[in-house]
């Protein structure tokens, strides 16, 4: 009778921990889209500081960060103070250390950060005009991460609740 109730506990909490695992990729992926749709704004931030505030790199950094917050925010501040001290570091150097450095709790996938290492590599250098094109072409490219994740964000919170709750389910059929 004790080892019925050891089994069935067993079963349980397989399948309760595989659900949550696919509980928790849903919320990754929602997770991500958020994340995407903050950059997208603090790149606009960025845009207006550059373009209409015509501010110099460092304090349109700066400004970006200090009204966005957050992790990004905090990503935008510590290129902005690198930038201010006498390291005379390129900009392109000092942003891809401190993309980086992000935490891993910033949902950003290995491409969007490469898409965003690519926004700095010509941001430091060019005329406001280039500059202004560059975080254009880059708004374009989230505008497509975005759609790409708003249209499939049912479909892939469904196939990952679902596969969590069905791989616990088998792996408990196999287990007994």
Same mark, same amino acid.
């Given at each position: /009778? ?7 506990? *067993? ?10 695992? *696919?509980?928790? /990729? ?5 997770? &991500? ?12 931030? !960025?845009?207006? +500081? ?5 501010? =110099?790199?460092?304090?349109?950094? +700066? ?10 925010? #905090?990503?935008?501040? &510590? #290129? ?22 992000? =935490?891993? +709790? #910033?949902? !950003? ?11 700095? +590599? &010509? !941001? ?27 249209? &499939? ?15 616990? !389910?088998?792996?408990?059929? #196999?287990?007994?």
């Amino acid at each position: /009778m004790d080892n019925t109730w050891l089994r069935i506990l *067993g079963a349980l909490l397989v399948i309760i921990s595989c659900s949550g695992l *696919g509980f928790f /990729m849903a919320a990754q992926w929602n997770e &991500h889209l958020k994340t995407v749709e903050k950059l997208r704004k603090m790149i606009f931030l !960025l845009k207006g +500081e550059i373009v209409y505030a015509n501010s =110099p790199l460092t304090e349109a950094f +700066e400004q970006a960060g200090r009204k966005a917050g957050g992790e990004i925010g #905090v990503l935008f501040e &510590h #290129v902005s103070e690198r930038l201010s001290s006498q390291q005379r570091e390129s900009f392109y150097t000092v942003w891809q250390e401190e993309i980086d450095k992000l =935490p891993r +709790e #910033v949902c !950003l996938s290995k491409e969007d950060k490469q898409n965003l290492k690519g926004l700095g +590599e &010509h !941001l430091g250098y060019l005329d406001m005009d280039m500059q202004e094109r560059n975080i254009l072409l880059y708004l374009e490219q989230l505008d497509l991460t975005i759609g790409y994740l708003r249209k &499939h964000k049912q479909e892939k919170s469904r196939l990952y609740t679902s596969l969590g709750i069905m791989g616990g !389910l088998f792996l408990t059929i #196999v287990m007994y």
